[in-house]
């Protein structure tokens, strides 16, 4: 198996606050790599030193084996690396077809095929999120839920190699998790690489081929998503006495 | 007693609360489930007084508080901590406490500010700092305890967990409790259902603006095909049907 | 020596204008381009009073800031009040208001130099008659000192309202997000008045004080200071008070510079070229805060 | 058609009479900073017209009909005032804006497009290009040095200036007119420090001009700024004389009291002139608008205006080309009129002997007429 | 007609030019780049083709060229320098741009006139090509509001972060908005200068700056569509107001008063809504219900169910 993704040693200190302390890991071609760990710990900080949208204090990354630390940010989307937001960064005034359609822009440059229908990816895409029936809508005036979904489409459509998700389904119920959750595994089977950042952690165990543990901006674990979840480190620092009934029910 | 009757809310032309019933009493939490798009924020919203109901009312101890503004609303004694964190991003954390105790007197400020610190070591340690820089769920305490501040009565809580690591949804269900125990009514839209229902004593779903169940809390938990009766055709509609997600 | 009274009084006068601009513009989110037409407003109401009766300067203050504070507070509710109600966001509402403030200033102006016939007005009818003295060579009138003791006090009290009072933190609260500043129970629509008024009356203030500095002024002097104003204000960084401070010191000194050490020909290419460098080197302003945003 | 300058429109055309009415625009600032000047201005060319009419100047039922157009203080507004005369085929000519900047954006139009065109004040070097622009009167700075008799009488030395460098007509007094002046007479020019259109405090550049010690200050500033600049001139401790400028006048100095007078300056025209034509324009002004005394813009917009009519009566006609050709032929003779008599034209402008007066903190005061 | 045509020629060519001002302004805004550059622009194109027509006589072709160009290379740099500033930060930076370059005009010796400018510029320009220019630059700004670029355009105004996650490189779009602004502000300053043959310090001040502004935001900012309405209006208003005399200017003053309150989105937004609340009370009101009724149907809550 390949790495798609190379980080050796990748730190941001925001003055004092190490958001990101040093941390090595690598993403396996074709798996849903998942990252855990408390609030606050870096995990959102991590995916924006990945896509070089927050400086690197040291450390270095490579893509597909080549160095990128030192590309500018809109170069990462044409190496194929694609992300959502913690929080819904969606165009106000764009409908949820033109918002998704920003992200079919990365990577075609013709955007009318045929009349005035979406390009195929686009539909497609919303199809897949479930919103293909609020195309021509506003993001104003859909629920915090359903914004989220939209945020994912826009990613997907971008055909990437790697998708980072950070936290993609707050705001979603369980069940719209799983469909989510299934969602990623089927673009897992069509080959797509994934790191998911979410707090669920059943969706987490149930998505995963790999996860990570943080903590204070250093890895503490990582391994198999069973494993890493029975770690009584993880389980200190991050999961608290709720889990802990909860997987006694199981 | 809260109260909401029979409330309708529209944006334009689409009405996204259909004649909702809803009612809290003190000293008990009660849960809002449903599905995205449901209005169940635009229910809190509007009885926080951030959007005008069209018609219906909202009542405490039958003193009526439809369609006050949100401050107004406020000094009546409800708190609503909004969806989606809202913290005042280049405040200090400290100052966003303060501001969330806007209303209240200056000692009991800082006895709850305490508590809050108390409750979330990291806000404490961060206190200076600009509440924008926080992660997502540092700011999500943050909206938490700045709720808090104003010492309501009445508490509207819009997916507090959200974001939140298993340990601090912990936290924060066990601190809803422990308000609930105090006398504060609490409504509270989770989608973290078990979380939530550990708490409540009543649960009310809605679907597309208006309540399709109600009922004790004990009924659900110990049945939990109850929920899915009451929610009927609404289980079989929505993305999943329409558009196959797998 | 005598550079540095000017500069003190020149910078003053910038001061009490920028103040008002800067304290509407850093709480509330308000940059009024009206604030110099209710300056020469509010003196040119005292120019016309002084037409009917006779008043002594101390009484022409207060009308003077009464007619600023109420003119301010009128455009508030009639134009800015209503730019925000319609506008979509906030960063939408941010452009409108800057062009109702245009819109609206040309009202005033309009009445003032139409019954002015655009010559210039002062306020002798008063009888005030400034005193000069003179220590050791540097020449200081009464004006100026009265103009830097308001200026000064007026900083000094607004920088501590707004960092140490509970209606200062509200205040500052709502120029970030106004909607969940409701929900803390904060009344917008007080803070935005008394803000206005603030502003206004500060304005009012100046006008009278530049007026008898100057002795007089025309319909369209406020636009000059406005300028200027907008300028020291973003120079010190929006929401500092002492930047505020600092940001008018700044230019006055730099104007009175070039103006004592050189033919005068490049006063405007001095001073705004150092708001340039500095913007340069402090995209926020010398005292402003970095905006806080993270990805 | 042609280019974008504008239409080439022929005017009335060439014939033996006149039509019944002549018609001529009037395009002045009655709004905005120049108004008070325009408003002035106004009432002579009003009062002009009405004794051309009243007399059967232009022959029996002919009348000169004036349309008076007001440029808002825009360029873009005085310019089109233009064309629209030109469009117009019943314009027989325009009587331009007083202020440069207006003036500056007509004058290419009028002189393509073969408009005779007559302003008052706009004392820029471009106004003038040809001969279909005419100027009442000169600009300042032609007589400004009418004021070396009193320099020289007084016996100053030397001499310190804060000016306006924005304006063209103050620019040319501050770099060049003074300077020249100064070197005739053998004085020194201490200090010459330059203020902009923003400048609204003076403290800085009077003190200046004061370290240097000067005998005499000139301070050339437009419109409320001579009243400030006056004040502190006196309030930082200067007591001697000042020399001003004509836009000082129409008691713009009044807001600066006591501190104002002493201020001298030259114009083209004042109410304590002894020449007779001026003196009966002043009776004939006085008559028509309740016994006020005219300032000068009245005595140029009057003197302009006549000069239209008489260019028309000498040509016989309302055609532009027939009534430059008389103008041009005017300007080569002497002019008699409210400005004073026997005046020659220089470069299509009227020559004028100036009169300095002094203000004495109320009213102005002739000093000196010149000869 | 053509009288009519004739006797509003100044004002038809002030409307035109106003166009490529207001564009130069309204360009970077759309790009959320608050830049009044454009003024200087026109400044600076007003003054360089005064110079090349008066010393080099070129004609209008290319002196429209040139000064363009010269004021574009001013633009860029000016970019390069500042492009670290947002919002009014940027703006103020911008006016003391523009109130610089009315410095040096002011002092610029026989390059500029000085305070009396320089006059004479007559060209060979003639309607047609004015014509011309201004409809290409309309085209071309044209390209930016449709499809593919107009959607990068505006996540580039409305999340810079975003818009570089979708791959687009915000540095070369801002200081393109630079260059695009320097070269329509100084072919609207040379077209000003060749129309009226003259230039003088009011052709670059902060009164141009506030018309500027203002006629993009009345008329709308977000398509040059905004921008041709606004320079129409306020190139005729000034025209249309005559009759109240004295009271223009309070009148003027309410008028922008009222259109900054009443249309949010300027003249053009409110034809644009007006257009589609026609189009969804007469034509679409069915299919818009469809969509409303779908989007309140969510999943359920199979999980509690389950569980
Ligand atoms: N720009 C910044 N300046 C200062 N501190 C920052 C900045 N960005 C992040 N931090 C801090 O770095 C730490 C890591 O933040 P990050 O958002 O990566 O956490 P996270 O793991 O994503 O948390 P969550 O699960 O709550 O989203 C936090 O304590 C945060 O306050
Ligand atoms: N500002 C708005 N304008 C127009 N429609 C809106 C607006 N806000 C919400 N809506 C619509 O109202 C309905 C209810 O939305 P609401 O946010 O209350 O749902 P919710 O139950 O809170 O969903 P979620 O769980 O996703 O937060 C949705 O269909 C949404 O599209
Ligand atoms: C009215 C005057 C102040 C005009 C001035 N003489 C000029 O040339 O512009
Ligand atoms: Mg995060
Ligand atoms: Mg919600």
């Known amino acids: 198996m390949t790495n798609v993704l190379e980080a050796s040693d990748v730190a941001v200190h925001y003055g004092g606050v190490r958001a990101v302390d040093g941390i090595s890991f690598a993403l396996e071609e074709g798996r849903i790599s998942g990252i855990i760990g408390p609030n606050g710990s870096g995990k959102s900080t991590l995916v924006a030193a990945l896509t070089r949208l927050t400086h690197l204090t040291r450390g270095e990354l490579s893509f597909a084996g080549a160095r990128y630390e030192s590309v500018r940010p809109a170069s990462i989307a044409s190496m194929g690396v694609a992300r959502t937001f913690q929080t819904v960064r969606l165009l106000p005034d764009l409908t949820v077809a033109a918002n998704v359609q920003l992200g079919h822009d990365a990577r075609a440059r013709r955007d009318r095929p045929r009349g005035r229908g979406l390009p195929a990816p686009v539909s497609q895409a919303l199809d897949r999120t479930g919103l293909a029936e609020m195309a021509h809508v506003l993001p104003s005036e859909l629920s915090y839920g359903t914004q989220r979904r939209v945020e994912i489409a826009r990613a997907i459509v971008m055909a990437p190699k790697l998708l980072l998700l950070d936290e993609p389904t707050a705001g979603m119920n369980q069940s719209e998790r799983r469909d989510i959750s299934a969602l990623l595994r089927q673009l897992r089977d069509e080959g797509l690489t994934q790191l998911l950042i979410e707090h669920d952690v059943q969706m987490m165990l149930d998505t995963c081929d790999h996860l990570f543990a943080m903590a204070q901006g250093r890895l503490l674990t990582e391994g198999r998503p069973a494993d890493v979840v029975a770690d009584a480190r993880v389980q200190e620092a991050y999961l608290g006495k709720g889990w802990k009934a909860h997987a006694g029910d199981q | ?246 | 020596m005598q550079e540095l009274v000017a500069t003190a009084s020149l910078g003053s006068v910038y001061l009490l204008f920028a103040l008002g601009l800067s304290a509407a513009w850093g709480t509330i989110g308000i940059l009024n381009f009206a604030h110099g037409a209710i300056f020469v407003s509010a003196s040119y109401a005292c120019y016309e009073l002084l037409a009917i009766q006779q008043l002594p300067v101390q009484v022409l203050a207060v009308i003077a800031v009464a007619v600023g504070a109420l003119l301010s507070v009128v455009m508030q509710v009639l134009v800015f009040d209503q730019i925000r109600k319609r506008a979509k966001s906030e960063r939408a509402a941010e452009t409108r208001i800057l062009i109702g403030g245009i819109g609206a200033a040309m009202i005033p102006v309009a009445i003032a130099s139409h019954r002015t016939k655009n010559l210039a007005f002062g306020l002798q009818g008063s009888g005030f008659q400034a005193s000069v003295w003179e220590f050791g060579g540097v020449r200081i009138t009464s004006i100026q000192v009265v103009t830097v003791l308001c200026a000064l006090g007026a900083a000094t009290t607004l920088g501590w309202y707004l960092k140490r009072t509970r209606a200062g933190l509200a205040l500052r609260s709502l120029g970030v997000d106004d909607q969940v500043a409701a929900l803390m129970g904060i009344d917008r629509r007080r803070y935005a008045w008394a803000t206005m008024a603030f502003a206004g009356g500060l304005a009012g203030l100046a006008g009278v004080l530049l007026t008898l500095n100057l002795g007089a002024i025309s319909a369209e002097s406020g636009d000059a200071l406005l300028v200027k104003a907008f300028a020291c204000v973003v120079l010190g960084g929006v929401g500092s008070t002492t930047g505020v401070v600092v940001g008018c010191m700044t230019l006055a000194a730099s104007e009175t510079w070039v103006l004592t050490q050189t033919s005068g020909m490049w006063v405007e290419a001095v001073s705004f070229g150092i708001i340039f460098v500095v913007l340069l080197l402090r995209p926020q302003g010398i005292f402003g805060r970095q905006e806080v945003r993270r990805v | 058609g042609g280019t974008a300058a504008g239409p080439g429109g022929a005017g009335p055309s060439s014939g033996d009479e006149l039509p019944e009415t002549v018609k001529v625009m009037v395009s002045v600032p009655l709004t905005g900073p120049a108004a008070f000047a325009g408003a002035e201005a106004e009432k002579g060319y009003e009062l002009a017209a009405a004794e051309i009419n009243e007399s059967g100047f232009l022959g029996d039922g002919v009348t000169l009909e004036i349309d008076v157009r007001d440029t808002q203080a825009s360029v873009q507004k005085a310019a089109s005032d233009v064309t629209a005369a030109i469009a117009d085929s019943e314009v027989t000519a325009v009587l331009g804006s007083l202020s440069s900047a207006e003036a500056l954006a007509q004058s290419p139009i009028a002189e393509k497009q073969k408009m005779p065109i007559v302003y008052i004040q706009a004392g820029s070097p471009g106004v003038i290009l040809g001969d279909y622009t005419y100027r009442f009167p000169t600009p300042m700075s032609s007589y400004y040095n009418i004021l070396s008799e009193q320099i020289a009488k007084e016996g100053w030395t030397s001499i310190g200036m804060v000016y306006g460098a924005w304006v063209p007509t103050l620019k040319e007094l501050g770099e060049v007119a003074i300077p020249e002046m100064a070197e005739e007479l053998g004085i020194e020019v201490t200090s010459s420090v330059a203020t902009q259109q923003t400048t609204q405090d003076f403290s800085a550049p009077i003190k200046q001009v004061l370290e240097s010690d000067p005998d005499v200050v000139s301070i050339l500033q437009i419109g409320p700024a001579n009243a400030t600049a006056m004040q502190q001139l006196r309030q930082a401790g200067f007591d001697g004389p000042v020399l001003g400028n004509s836009s000082a006048g129409a008691n713009t100095l009044e807001p600066a009291g006591e501190n104002g007078a002493g201020m001298i300056w030259p114009v083209d025209f004042a109410p304590g002139t002894d020449d007779p034509a001026s003196i009966e324009f002043i009776e004939k002004y006085k008559t028509a608008n309740n016994d006020e005394e005219p300032f000068p813009y009245a005595a140029e917009a009057y003197d302009a205006t006549w000069f239209v009519a008489k260019a028309i009566e000498a040509a016989g006609s309302a055609n532009r080309g027939a009534v430059k050709d008389a103008m041009v032929e005017m300007a080569g003779g002497t002019w008699t009129g409210a400005l004073g008599s026997d005046l020659s034209f220089e470069e299509n402008s009227l020559k004028v002997n100036g009169t300095v007066i002094e203000w004495d903190g109320t009213r102005e005061n002739v000093l000196y007429s010149a000869n | 007609m053509s009288s009519v045509y004739d006797s509003n020629l100044v004002l038809i060519q002030s409307a035109l030019v106003a166009v490529l001002l207001a564009l130069s302004i309204q360009v970077p805004l759309r790009l959320g780049v608050f830049s009044l550059a454009g003024v200087g622009s026109y400044g600076i194109g007003a003054y360089v083709s005064a110079n090349l027509v008066l010393r080099y006589e070129l004609g209008s072709i290319p002196t429209m060229a040139l000064s363009a160009l010269a004021a574009a290379a001013v633009s860029f740099l000016l970019g390069v320098v500042i492009y670290r500033l947002a919002g009014l930060y940027l703006a103020m930076a911008t006016i003391a741009f523009d109130l610089t370059v009315a410095v040096v005009a002011l002092n610029g010796g026989e390059w500029t006139g000085g305070p009396v400018g320089l006059f004479g510029v007559f060209t060979d320009l003639t309607m047609g090509l004015l014509f011309a220019v201004v409809a290409l630059c309309l085209v071309a700004v044209h390209v930016t509001e449709i499809g593919r670029l107009a959607r990068r355009v505006t996540t580039v105004r409305e999340d810079p972060e975003l818009a570089a996650s979708v791959g687009i490189n915000v540095r070369a779009y801002r200081l393109t908005a630079f260059v695009v602004s320097g070269l329509v502000g100084g072919l609207a300053g040379c077209l000003n200068t060749l129309t009226r043959s003259a230039v003088g310090l009011q052709d670059v001040s902060f009164h141009l700056v506030v018309l500027a502004l203002t006629t993009v935001i009345v008329g709308g900012a977000l398509s040059w569509r905004g921008a041709v309405i606004g320079s129409v209006l306020f190139t005729w208003l000034p025209t249309a107001l005559a009759f109240v005399g004295d009271w223009q200017e309070l009148v003027y003053g309410a008028i922008v008063v009222l259109a900054a309150i009443f249309l949010p989105t300027g003249l053009y937004g409110a034809w644009c809504s007006a257009r589609r609340q026609f189009a969804v009370s007469f034509v679409g009101r069915r299919r818009e219900a469809a969509v409303r009724a779908r989007l309140h149907q969510g999943n359920v809550d199979k999980e509690v169910a389950a569980s």
């Open chain 2, 1 to 246: 007693m809260l109260e909401i009757n029979d409330l309708h809310v529209s944006y334009g032309h689409v009405e996204a609360v259909a004649g909702v019933d809803l009612s809290v009493r003190p000293g008990t939490v009660s849960l809002v489930l449903g599905p995205n798009g449901a209005g169940k924020s635009t229910t809190l919203n509007a009885v926080a007084g951030m959007v005008r109901p069209t018609s219906g009312s909202v009542r405490i101890d039958g003193a009526d508080l439809t369609g006050l503004p949100a401050h107004r609303v406020v000094a009546r004694g409800i708190a609503l901590v909004p969806e989606g964190r809202r913290v005042f991003a280049p405040l200090s954390i400290e100052e966003n406490l303060r501001l969330g105790g806007h209303t209240t007197k200056a000692s009991r400020a800082r006895e709850i500010s305490d508590r809050v610190y108390e409750m979330f070591p990291v806000l404490h340690d961060r206190r200076r700092s600009a509440a924008g820089l926080l992660s997502g769920g540092e700011q999500q305490m943050l909206a938490f305890g700045r709720g808090l501040m104003s010492d309501p009565a009445y508490v509207l809580l819009d997916e507090p967990s959200m974001g939140l690591a298993p340990a601090m949804v912990d936290v924060v269900i066990e601190k809803v409790a422990v308000m609930a125990e105090a006398g504060i009514g609490v409504l509270m839209v989770e989608q973290n259902t078990e979380a939530g229902l550990e708490i409540a004593s009543e649960v009310t779903v809605m679907s597309r603006g208006s309540v399709v169940f109600r009922g004790p809390s004990e009924r659900v938990r110990s049945d939990p095909s109850v929920l899915r009766a009451f929610l009927g055709d609404a289980a079989l509609s929505g993305p999943d049907s329409s558009a196959p997600v797998a």
